[in-house]
């Protein structure tokens, strides 16, 4: 019978955890988060001395590898950071701060944060467009929770008091979502501009606000939900946005039966936490061990106090 993934050193030893970030973060050695230097870097030792700590001769300055991190000023054990991120990664849906807070033993307040913390980890950034020549790039929108000072109740069932998410799904690729707010032209066609290829082909449902960038794109083929099309072929050509209504399955389903509640101020780190997760599915070979690996390789240069998480 395989070992669990449990039982593996980095989630039970604080030391071998600290060491199984470096050789992730610094494959190549320790680096000095205040001057960048990698020369003249020692270990710090002794048994008072704290777990992970160096120094640059460089600067003269002490550092961890959790200095210029998400896991910056943090008082957890770095394990326990480990077992967090595992958790978050290997749940399809998601996993809600009071269950981390009773796995780990933590307060429901840390527990809180450090799921925020590795959301802003799982944020992409400085990415190329999506798709390219002979891919396909699905968009659509939902809608999601009540905006801030909404009225309690809603009259005749509309959703203009709503939370608006874009998202766009390459077809066996990633997922980039965006917290829009609302669905104009406007509002829409810069990021749609900015994140698809130009030779990309486009498929969307029949909203009016698509097709005026359409001649923008390789090709531009909708569906007609309205008439309860979802699926249409042309040839070899198959028309169709399920792609993205498959995606938008699993957040609802992790939105409203995992968090249950979503502050409109949150909800793109949310997006950025799903996102994450379908981009790097086992259908493209990435395992929960992998997915987690990748996490923590994008802890660097993104500082979350619990004063900014807040805002």
Known sequence: MSKSIIEAKALQSEAAAY???????????????????????SKMKGKATRIGLYKCYQCRKQFTVKVGTVFEDSHVPMNLWLQAMYLLCSSKKGISSNQLHRTLGVTLKTAWFMAHRIREAMRITGVEPMGGAGQTVEIDETVIG????????IVGGRSGFRNVA???VERGGEARSFHVTGTTIGELKPIIRANIAREAAIMTDQAAWYPEIAGEFASHDTVNHAKDEYVRREGEKMITTNAVEGYYSIFKRGMKGVYQHCKEKHLHRYLSEFDFRYSNRVRLGVDDVERTERVVKGIVGKRLTYRTANI
Do not use: F
């Open 19 to 41: 060491a199984w970030v470096e050789a992730r973060v610094w494959p190549e050695g320790p680096v000095c988060p205040h001057c960048s230097g990698v020369e003249r870097i």
């Open 146 to 153: 009540k905006i801030d000072g909404a009225p309690k109740t």
């Open 166 to 168: 874009m998202t766009l």
